[in-house]
């Protein structure tokens, strides 16, 4: 096989039956589709199926703590997590840039099948892409996730004033983890991205009556899942500044750099709202778990003006309006 991918490798032929077959189906191994056609038979359900599609795109493929492929199973695995789903099936599609490394992306792959079997789902379809050199971001997956649903919907209308909210870990370590590894301003740090399946996380809340809403704080951080809440609740929030945790390494590049770890993406974390009597519960469940040992109650939901303040580690007060620009593009 060649040692760069050609734009033949998506014309169909030799190369592209090549590519499939030495790099995905072999790469895959347990996970990869019992059968190539176009299109898989899904066994019978015994629970409500759940969908969720994305398209990844992160820049660089790979930084400290993952990588492309790992992150696009945590990514879809998550969407459906925090839907109340636990994920089953994942089709796969891998849009490549002329000329990239074929090592490279059995790497990536590679890394998408650990984290496919870790996390218990199969690829049961995919397609390959070549586009021209140039018009491409070297990489870019999109992956379609199928789940059954394992506790009832949760809806944002179902939030109350009183409600607290909940964090499992430290937020924006995965921002600052590929910013750093952008190398763009000459910074170096031991920053390791969160990238990480949050389902064990989403289980141990299922069983609470009073969880109200989860969500994965990704582009935009819990600071754009606090106004969505808003919004879709149709109230205010508060967040206690003190409470929220950022591990020192990344509040300082956030520091330098006029970054608010607020805003970044965590690709391995769970914002819960769940009734003020259970919160504490909720807390305990977590912080019995390796991926919540950091976890915090971090705010509650208020009646009133439908917008998040941050109550500051001074005393002060500052509102946290919605994400405007986008601080980091190509973060997940």
Same mark, same amino acid.
């Given at each position: 096989?060649?040692?760069?991918?050609?734009?033949?490798?998506?014309?169909?032929?030799?190369?592209?039956?090549?590519?499939?077959?030495?790099?995905?189906?072999?790469?895959?191994?347990?996970?990869?589709?019992?059968?190539?056609?176009?299109?898989?038979?899904?066994?019978?359900?015994?629970?409500?199926?759940?969908?969720?599609?994305?398209?990844?795109?992160?820049?660089?493929?790979?930084?400290?703590?993952?990588?492309?492929?790992? =992150?696009? !199973?945590? @990514?879809? /695995?998550? %969407?459906?997590? &925090? *839907?109340?789903?636990? #994920? $089953?099936?994942?089709?796969?599609?891998?849009?490549?840039?002329?000329?990239?490394?074929?090592?490279?992306?059995?790497?990536?792959?590679?890394?998408?099948?650990?984290?496919?079997?870790?996390?218990?789902?199969?690829?049961?379809?995919?397609?390959?892409?070549?586009?021209?050199?140039?018009?491409?971001?070297?990489?870019?997956?999109?992956?379609?996730?199928?789940?059954?649903?394992?506790?009832?919907?949760?809806?944002?209308?179902?939030?109350?004033?009183?409600?607290? =909210?909940? !964090?499992? @870990?430290? /937020?924006? %370590?995965?921002? &600052? *983890?590929?910013?750093? #590894? $952008?190398?763009?301003?000459?910074?170096?740090?031991?920053?390791?991205?969160?990238?990480?399946?949050?389902?064990?996380?989403?289980?141990?809340?299922?069983?609470?009556?009073?969880?109200?809403?989860?969500?994965?704080?990704?582009?935009?951080?819990?600071?754009?899942?606090?106004?969505?809440?808003?919004?879709?609740?149709?109230?205010?929030?508060?967040?206690?500044?003190?409470?929220?945790?950022?591990?020192?390494?990344?509040?300082?590049?956030?520091?330098?750099?006029?970054?608010?770890?607020?805003?970044?993406?965590?690709?391995?974390?769970?914002?819960?709202?769940? #009734?003020?009597?259970?919160?504490?519960?909720?807390?305990?469940?977590?912080?019995?778990?390796?991926?919540?040992?950091?976890?915090?109650?971090?705010?509650?939901?208020?009646?009133?003006?439908?917008?998040?303040?941050?109550?500051?580690?001074?005393?002060?007060?500052?509102?946290?309006?919605?994400?405007?620009?986008?601080?980091?593009?190509?973060?997940?």
């Amino acid at each position: 096989m060649n040692e760069r991918v050609l734009l033949a490798h998506g014309n169909g032929g030799r190369l592209m039956r090549g590519l499939i077959d030495e790099i995905f189906v072999r790469t895959l191994g347990d996970a990869a589709p019992e059968y190539l056609s176009d299109a898989s038979a899904l066994p019978a359900a015994s629970a409500t199926l759940m969908a969720t599609t994305d398209g990844f795109t992160v820049e660089p493929l790979e930084f400290p703590g993952g990588d492309l492929g790992s =992150l696009a !199973v945590h @990514g879809s /695995v998550n %969407d459906l997590a &925090v *839907a109340g789903a636990v #994920a $089953r099936w994942l089709t796969l599609a891998a849009i490549i840039e002329e000329g990239f490394e074929i090592d490279r992306l059995k790497r990536l792959v590679a890394s998408f099948a650990r984290a496919a079997l870790q996390t218990g789902v199969r690829v049961v379809a995919g397609d390959t892409k070549v586009v021209p050199h140039g018009r491409g971001g070297g990489l870019y997956l999109v992956v379609t996730g199928i789940g059954e649903r394992a506790r009832e919907a949760l809806d944002l209308r179902r939030i109350q004033a009183g409600d607290a =909210l909940l !964090v499992s @870990g430290p /937020v924006g %370590d995965h921002g &600052v *983890a590929v910013l750093l #590894a $952008r190398e763009e301003f000459g910074m170096r740090g031991e920053v390791r991205s969160d990238s990480a399946s949050v389902l064990d996380l989403c289980r141990a809340l299922w069983s609470i009556a009073g969880l109200r809403f989860v969500r994965d704080p990704t582009r935009g951080g819990i600071a754009t899942v606090a106004n969505e809440v808003c919004q879709g609740a149709g109230l205010g929030i508060r967040l206690f500044e003190a409470a929220i945790p950022v591990r020192a390494a990344t509040a300082s590049v956030c520091e330098m750099l006029g970054y608010d770890p607020l805003y970044l993406a965590c690709e391995g974390r769970a914002l819960a709202v769940v #009734a003020s009597d259970e919160a504490e519960r909720a807390l305990q469940r977590w912080r019995q778990l390796p991926a919540g040992r950091e976890a915090s109650i971090i705010g509650r939901v208020e009646s009133g003006a439908a917008r998040v303040v941050l109550e500051t580690a001074l005393g002060g007060e500052r509102v946290l309006d919605e994400l405007f620009d986008d601080p980091l593009p190509r973060i997940c």
